[in-house]
Protein backbone atom coordinates (compact mmCIF):
# COMPACT_ATOMS: atom_id res chain seq x y z
CA UNK A 1 0.00 0.00 0.00
CA UNK A 2 1.37 3.58 -0.96
CA UNK A 3 1.91 5.28 1.66
CA UNK A 4 0.61 9.19 1.82
CA UNK A 5 3.53 10.80 3.20
CA UNK A 6 5.20 9.96 -0.47
CA UNK A 7 2.90 11.40 -2.28
CA UNK A 8 2.91 14.55 -0.18
CA UNK A 9 6.77 14.77 -0.48
CA UNK A 10 6.67 14.44 -4.12
CA UNK A 11 3.76 17.42 -4.41
CA UNK A 12 6.10 19.44 -2.09
CA UNK A 13 8.89 18.75 -3.72
CA UNK A 14 7.56 19.78 -7.36
CA UNK A 15 6.22 23.06 -5.57
CA UNK A 16 9.57 23.76 -3.98
CA UNK A 17 11.68 23.14 -7.25
CA UNK A 18 9.62 25.51 -8.88
CA UNK A 19 9.67 28.65 -6.27
CA UNK A 20 12.03 31.19 -6.93
CA UNK A 21 14.67 32.29 -4.15
CA UNK A 22 12.82 34.46 -1.77
CA UNK A 23 14.64 37.13 0.23
CA UNK A 24 13.92 37.94 4.23
CA UNK A 25 14.68 40.84 6.22
CA UNK A 26 17.48 41.21 8.73
CA UNK A 27 15.08 41.22 11.65
CA UNK A 28 13.73 37.64 10.62
CA UNK A 29 17.19 35.96 10.32
CA UNK A 30 19.63 37.68 12.88
CA UNK A 31 19.55 39.35 16.17
CA UNK A 32 21.74 41.99 17.34
CA UNK A 33 24.59 41.15 19.98
CA UNK A 34 23.65 42.02 23.06
CA UNK A 35 20.11 42.77 23.03
CA UNK A 36 19.00 39.08 24.73
CA UNK A 37 16.91 38.33 27.75
CA UNK A 38 17.87 37.18 31.03
CA UNK A 39 16.30 34.27 33.08
CA UNK A 40 14.62 34.90 36.53
CA UNK A 41 14.06 32.62 39.29
CA UNK A 42 12.75 32.62 43.01
CA UNK A 43 12.23 30.41 46.01
CA UNK A 44 8.77 31.48 47.28
CA UNK A 45 5.19 29.90 49.68
CA UNK A 46 2.14 30.08 48.21
CA UNK A 47 -0.59 30.22 50.77
CA UNK A 48 -4.28 30.08 50.70
CA UNK A 49 -4.92 26.78 49.83
CA UNK A 50 -7.78 25.21 50.33
CA UNK A 51 -6.20 21.89 51.75
CA UNK A 52 -4.61 20.86 48.58
CA UNK A 53 -1.01 22.05 50.09
CA UNK A 54 1.38 19.95 51.80
CA UNK A 55 2.78 19.02 55.10
CA UNK A 56 6.73 18.46 54.67
CA UNK A 57 10.02 19.47 56.34
CA UNK A 58 11.09 22.30 54.13
CA UNK A 59 7.77 23.77 53.92
CA UNK A 60 7.77 24.03 57.84
CA UNK A 61 11.06 25.63 57.85
CA UNK A 62 10.21 27.59 55.22
CA UNK A 63 6.78 28.99 56.99
CA UNK A 64 9.39 28.94 59.68
CA UNK A 65 11.35 31.78 58.03
CA UNK A 66 8.95 33.97 56.64
CA UNK A 67 7.46 34.42 60.15
CA UNK A 68 10.78 35.21 61.98
CA UNK A 69 10.63 38.00 58.99
CA UNK A 70 7.78 39.19 60.47
CA UNK A 71 8.87 39.41 63.96
CA UNK A 72 7.37 35.77 65.32
CA UNK A 73 9.27 33.22 67.04
CA UNK A 74 7.36 29.49 66.86
CA UNK A 75 8.84 27.55 69.35
CA UNK A 76 10.66 24.02 68.02
CA UNK A 77 8.06 22.29 70.11
CA UNK A 78 5.17 23.96 68.09
CA UNK A 79 4.94 22.19 64.87
CA UNK A 80 3.01 23.99 61.91
CA UNK A 81 0.23 21.67 61.06
CA UNK A 82 -1.53 22.93 57.98
CA UNK A 83 -1.90 21.97 54.52
CA UNK A 84 -3.17 25.30 52.87
CA UNK A 85 0.54 26.41 51.94
CA UNK A 86 3.18 24.99 49.38
CA UNK A 87 5.99 25.71 48.49
CA UNK A 88 6.94 26.72 44.96
CA UNK A 89 9.53 28.17 42.34
CA UNK A 90 8.66 31.31 40.69
CA UNK A 91 10.32 32.05 37.15
CA UNK A 92 10.50 33.93 34.47
CA UNK A 93 12.08 35.70 31.41
CA UNK A 94 13.18 39.34 31.95
CA UNK A 95 13.15 40.95 28.15
CA UNK A 96 15.47 43.55 27.18
CA UNK A 97 15.46 46.97 27.92
CA UNK A 98 12.75 46.38 30.40
CA UNK A 99 12.96 49.22 33.01
CA UNK A 100 12.70 49.42 36.71
CA UNK A 101 8.74 49.70 37.78
CA UNK A 102 7.76 47.79 34.72
CA UNK A 103 5.70 44.64 35.43
CA UNK A 104 6.36 41.12 34.42
CA UNK A 105 4.48 37.99 34.12
CA UNK A 106 5.75 34.80 36.01
CA UNK A 107 5.00 31.44 36.64
CA UNK A 108 4.34 29.42 39.68
CA UNK A 109 5.71 25.90 39.94
CA UNK A 110 5.07 23.27 43.11
CA UNK A 111 8.27 22.39 44.79
CA UNK A 112 7.26 19.35 46.99
CA UNK A 113 3.77 17.56 47.67
CA UNK A 114 1.18 19.20 46.96
CA UNK A 115 -1.54 18.65 44.92
CA UNK A 116 -2.91 21.94 44.02
CA UNK A 117 -1.87 25.49 43.86
CA UNK A 118 -5.80 26.73 42.87
CA UNK A 119 -7.14 29.47 44.90
CA UNK A 120 -3.55 29.89 46.09
CA UNK A 121 -1.95 33.64 46.43
CA UNK A 122 2.04 33.85 46.36
CA UNK A 123 3.62 35.81 49.17
CA UNK A 124 6.62 38.35 48.01
CA UNK A 125 9.42 36.54 46.14
CA UNK A 126 12.74 37.44 45.48
CA UNK A 127 13.36 37.11 41.89
CA UNK A 128 17.49 37.01 41.12
CA UNK A 129 19.35 36.21 37.84
CA UNK A 130 22.36 34.36 37.27
CA UNK A 131 24.42 37.02 39.47
CA UNK A 132 22.86 36.64 42.36
CA UNK A 133 21.05 39.84 42.35
CA UNK A 134 17.53 40.71 42.94
CA UNK A 135 16.22 41.98 39.63
CA UNK A 136 12.56 41.58 40.66
CA UNK A 137 9.75 41.09 43.41
CA UNK A 138 6.78 39.07 42.42
CA UNK A 139 3.54 38.43 44.56
CA UNK A 140 0.05 37.12 43.48
CA UNK A 141 -2.73 35.45 43.31
CA UNK A 142 -2.44 32.39 41.04
CA UNK A 143 -4.58 31.70 37.71
CA UNK A 144 -4.20 27.80 37.57
CA UNK A 145 -5.99 26.39 34.45
CA UNK A 146 -5.96 22.70 35.64
CA UNK A 147 -7.56 21.20 38.37
CA UNK A 148 -8.13 17.44 40.71
CA UNK A 149 -10.75 15.81 42.73
CA UNK A 150 -9.50 12.65 44.88
CA UNK A 151 -12.60 10.41 46.13
CA UNK A 152 -12.06 8.48 49.58
CA UNK A 153 -11.58 5.07 47.95
CA UNK A 154 -8.56 6.87 46.77
CA UNK A 155 -9.97 7.27 43.00
CA UNK A 156 -8.51 10.51 41.52
CA UNK A 157 -9.31 12.70 38.60
CA UNK A 158 -6.79 15.23 36.94
CA UNK A 159 -7.22 17.70 34.21
CA UNK A 160 -4.29 19.68 32.67
CA UNK A 161 -1.23 20.58 35.41
CA UNK A 162 -3.19 22.10 38.69
CA UNK A 163 0.49 22.18 40.21
CA UNK A 164 1.58 25.04 38.10
CA UNK A 165 0.03 28.61 37.88
CA UNK A 166 1.04 32.18 36.39
CA UNK A 167 0.66 35.47 37.87
CA UNK A 168 -0.16 38.05 34.85
CA UNK A 169 2.32 40.89 35.74
CA UNK A 170 3.06 39.36 38.91
CA UNK A 171 6.72 41.16 39.44
CA UNK A 172 7.57 44.47 39.73
CA UNK A 173 11.11 44.88 38.16
CA UNK A 174 13.64 46.38 40.57
CA UNK A 175 16.48 46.48 38.57
CA UNK A 176 17.30 46.90 34.91
CA UNK A 177 20.54 45.11 33.02
CA UNK A 178 22.92 47.06 31.63
CA UNK A 179 22.82 46.70 27.62
CA UNK A 180 25.88 47.07 25.34
CA UNK A 181 23.39 48.67 22.33
CA UNK A 182 24.35 52.12 22.92
CA UNK A 183 28.15 51.77 23.07
CA UNK A 184 30.87 51.40 21.03
CA UNK A 185 31.28 51.93 17.39
CA UNK A 186 29.50 49.52 15.62
CA UNK A 187 26.95 46.71 15.92
CA UNK A 188 27.11 43.45 15.58
CA UNK A 189 24.32 40.94 14.14
CA UNK A 190 24.38 37.38 14.58
CA UNK A 191 22.87 34.91 12.11
CA UNK A 192 20.14 32.24 13.15
CA UNK A 193 22.21 29.59 11.25
CA UNK A 194 25.18 29.94 10.37
CA UNK A 195 26.26 30.23 6.50
CA UNK A 196 29.21 31.73 4.65
CA UNK A 197 27.17 32.81 1.33
CA UNK A 198 24.07 34.39 3.32
CA UNK A 199 26.89 36.50 5.41
CA UNK A 200 27.96 37.52 2.21
CA UNK A 201 24.82 38.16 0.99
CA UNK A 202 23.85 40.53 4.15
CA UNK A 203 27.06 42.29 4.05
CA UNK A 204 26.23 43.20 0.22
CA UNK A 205 22.79 44.53 0.88
CA UNK A 206 23.94 46.32 3.99
CA UNK A 207 26.71 48.08 1.84
CA UNK A 208 24.89 48.79 -1.03
CA UNK A 209 22.39 50.91 0.83
CA UNK A 210 24.79 52.80 3.36
CA UNK A 211 28.29 52.79 1.25
CA UNK A 212 30.93 50.40 1.13
CA UNK A 213 32.95 49.69 3.77
CA UNK A 214 30.35 49.80 6.12
CA UNK A 215 29.57 45.88 6.96
CA UNK A 216 32.06 43.44 7.14
CA UNK A 217 31.78 39.39 7.74
CA UNK A 218 33.80 38.39 11.06
CA UNK A 219 33.06 34.72 10.41
CA UNK A 220 30.26 32.25 9.53
CA UNK A 221 27.01 34.20 11.56
CA UNK A 222 28.32 37.73 12.55
CA UNK A 223 28.42 40.92 10.31
CA UNK A 224 29.51 43.86 12.22
CA UNK A 225 28.13 47.14 11.04
CA UNK A 226 29.36 51.04 11.98
CA UNK A 227 26.69 52.83 13.93
CA UNK A 228 26.76 55.73 15.12
CA UNK A 229 27.38 56.48 19.13
CA UNK A 230 24.26 58.75 19.97
CA UNK A 231 21.59 56.42 21.47
CA UNK A 232 19.11 58.21 19.57
CA UNK A 233 20.25 57.97 16.15
CA UNK A 234 21.28 54.38 17.03
CA UNK A 235 17.83 53.58 17.20
CA UNK A 236 16.32 55.02 13.86
CA UNK A 237 19.84 53.55 12.31
CA UNK A 238 18.84 50.18 13.35
CA UNK A 239 14.88 50.24 12.53
CA UNK A 240 16.65 50.75 9.02
CA UNK A 241 19.16 48.35 9.00
CA UNK A 242 16.68 45.51 10.38
CA UNK A 243 14.19 45.98 7.55
CA UNK A 244 16.93 45.19 4.79
CA UNK A 245 16.09 42.61 2.77
CA UNK A 246 18.87 39.89 1.76
CA UNK A 247 18.78 36.53 -0.34
CA UNK A 248 19.13 33.34 1.65
CA UNK A 249 21.52 30.90 0.41
CA UNK A 250 20.42 27.13 -0.60
CA UNK A 251 21.30 24.82 2.32
CA UNK A 252 23.63 21.52 2.22
CA UNK A 253 22.18 18.55 0.45
CA UNK A 254 20.77 16.67 3.37
CA UNK A 255 18.55 13.98 4.34
CA UNK A 256 17.16 14.09 7.61
CA UNK A 257 15.52 10.92 9.30
CA UNK A 258 13.69 10.52 12.26
CA UNK A 259 13.95 6.82 12.90
CA UNK A 260 11.50 6.62 15.94
CA UNK A 261 8.28 8.49 13.88
CA UNK A 262 9.42 7.80 10.57
CA UNK A 263 9.63 10.72 9.02
CA UNK A 264 11.72 11.57 6.63
CA UNK A 265 13.00 15.17 5.00
CA UNK A 266 15.08 15.47 1.76
CA UNK A 267 16.71 18.44 1.05
CA UNK A 268 16.10 20.27 -2.50
CA UNK A 269 19.79 19.61 -3.68
CA UNK A 270 19.63 16.11 -2.91
CA UNK A 271 20.78 14.54 -6.14
CA UNK A 272 21.67 10.73 -7.10
CA UNK A 273 24.51 9.25 -8.83
CA UNK A 274 24.21 6.56 -11.15
CA UNK A 275 22.56 3.57 -8.83
CA UNK A 276 20.08 0.66 -9.57
CA UNK A 277 17.98 -0.52 -6.49
CA UNK A 278 16.06 -3.15 -6.13
CA UNK A 279 13.33 -3.24 -3.30
CA UNK A 280 11.76 -6.36 -2.17
CA UNK A 281 11.13 -8.54 1.22
CA UNK A 282 9.70 -11.72 2.77
CA UNK A 283 6.32 -11.79 4.39
CA UNK A 284 6.88 -14.77 7.36
CA UNK A 285 3.33 -15.57 9.05
CA UNK A 286 3.38 -18.08 12.00
CA UNK A 287 0.27 -19.09 13.17
CA UNK A 288 -0.18 -21.47 16.22
CA UNK A 289 -3.05 -23.46 17.10
CA UNK A 290 -4.09 -26.52 19.20
CA UNK A 291 -5.70 -30.09 19.27
CA UNK A 292 -6.74 -31.14 21.68
CA UNK A 293 -7.02 -35.51 21.42
CA UNK A 294 -9.90 -37.46 23.57
CA UNK A 295 -9.44 -40.99 23.78
CA UNK A 296 -11.44 -43.79 24.28
CA UNK A 297 -12.75 -43.57 28.08
CA UNK A 298 -12.38 -47.49 28.01
CA UNK A 299 -9.34 -47.41 27.45
CA UNK A 300 -8.32 -45.60 30.18
CA UNK A 301 -6.04 -43.20 28.53
CA UNK A 302 -5.98 -39.34 28.95
CA UNK A 303 -7.00 -36.33 27.51
CA UNK A 304 -3.91 -34.44 25.32
CA UNK A 305 -3.58 -31.33 23.82
CA UNK A 306 -1.38 -30.94 20.55
CA UNK A 307 0.18 -27.63 19.26
CA UNK A 308 0.10 -26.95 15.97
CA UNK A 309 2.28 -24.96 13.79
CA UNK A 310 1.77 -23.31 10.58
CA UNK A 311 4.22 -21.43 8.56
CA UNK A 312 3.44 -19.25 5.80
CA UNK A 313 6.31 -17.47 3.59
CA UNK A 314 4.90 -14.58 0.90
CA UNK A 315 7.42 -13.11 -1.63
CA UNK A 316 6.76 -9.65 -2.26
CA UNK A 317 6.61 -8.63 -5.61
CA UNK A 318 9.17 -5.43 -6.56
CA UNK A 319 10.49 -3.86 -9.32
CA UNK A 320 14.64 -2.91 -9.88
CA UNK A 321 14.00 0.86 -10.83
CA UNK A 322 17.41 2.64 -12.03
CA UNK A 323 18.59 6.28 -11.18
CA UNK A 324 20.55 8.20 -14.09
CA UNK A 325 22.85 10.85 -13.33
CA UNK A 326 22.21 14.09 -11.83
CA UNK A 327 18.93 12.47 -10.94
CA UNK A 328 16.62 15.42 -8.21
CA UNK A 329 14.76 15.39 -5.32
CA UNK A 330 11.46 14.85 -7.66
CA UNK A 331 12.34 11.99 -9.72
CA UNK A 332 13.65 10.38 -6.34
CA UNK A 333 10.67 10.78 -4.41
CA UNK A 334 8.33 9.60 -7.46
CA UNK A 335 10.86 6.60 -7.87
CA UNK A 336 10.46 5.31 -4.34
CA UNK A 337 6.52 5.70 -4.64
CA UNK A 338 6.26 3.99 -7.47
CA UNK A 339 7.51 0.87 -5.55
CA UNK A 340 4.71 1.84 -2.43
CA UNK A 341 7.91 1.60 -0.26
CA UNK A 342 7.10 2.15 3.47
CA UNK A 343 9.01 4.60 5.60
CA UNK A 344 11.28 2.19 7.20
CA UNK A 345 11.78 0.98 3.87
CA UNK A 346 12.83 4.14 2.18
CA UNK A 347 15.38 4.89 5.26
CA UNK A 348 16.96 1.62 4.20
CA UNK A 349 17.27 2.50 0.57
CA UNK A 350 18.55 5.86 1.43
CA UNK A 351 21.58 4.06 3.85
CA UNK A 352 21.78 1.30 0.70
CA UNK A 353 22.34 4.46 -1.47
CA UNK A 354 24.43 6.36 0.22
CA UNK A 355 26.80 3.28 1.90
CA UNK A 356 27.27 3.31 -2.43
CA UNK A 357 28.32 6.59 -2.66
CA UNK A 358 25.19 7.15 -4.77
CA UNK A 359 23.50 10.12 -2.34
CA UNK A 360 24.62 13.32 -3.37
CA UNK A 361 24.38 14.54 0.67
CA UNK A 362 24.15 14.30 3.66
CA UNK A 363 22.35 11.76 5.55
CA UNK A 364 21.44 12.35 9.18
CA UNK A 365 19.60 10.30 11.19
CA UNK A 366 17.76 11.75 14.92
Do not use: C
Request: avoid cysteine; proline fraction near 4%; hydrophobic fraction near 45%.
Amino acid sequence: MKIKSIFFLAAVTSMMLSMPIQAQRIKDMANVQGVRSNQLIGYGLVVGLPGTGEKTRYTEQTFRTMLKNFGINLPDSVRPNSKNVAVVAVHAEMPAFIKPGQNLDVTVSSLGEAKSLRGGTLLQTFMKGVDGNVYAIAQGSLVVSGFSAEGLDGSRVIQNTPTVGRIPNGAIIERSVPSPFASGDHLTFNLHRADFSTAKNMVDAINDLLGPGMAKAIDASSIQVSAPRDASQRVSYLATLENIEVTIADESAKVIVNSRTGTIVVGQNVQLLPAAVTHGGLTVTIAESTQVTQPNALAGGETAVTANSTIDVAEQDRRMFMFSPGTTLDELVRAVNLVGAAPSDVLAILEALKMAGALHGELIII
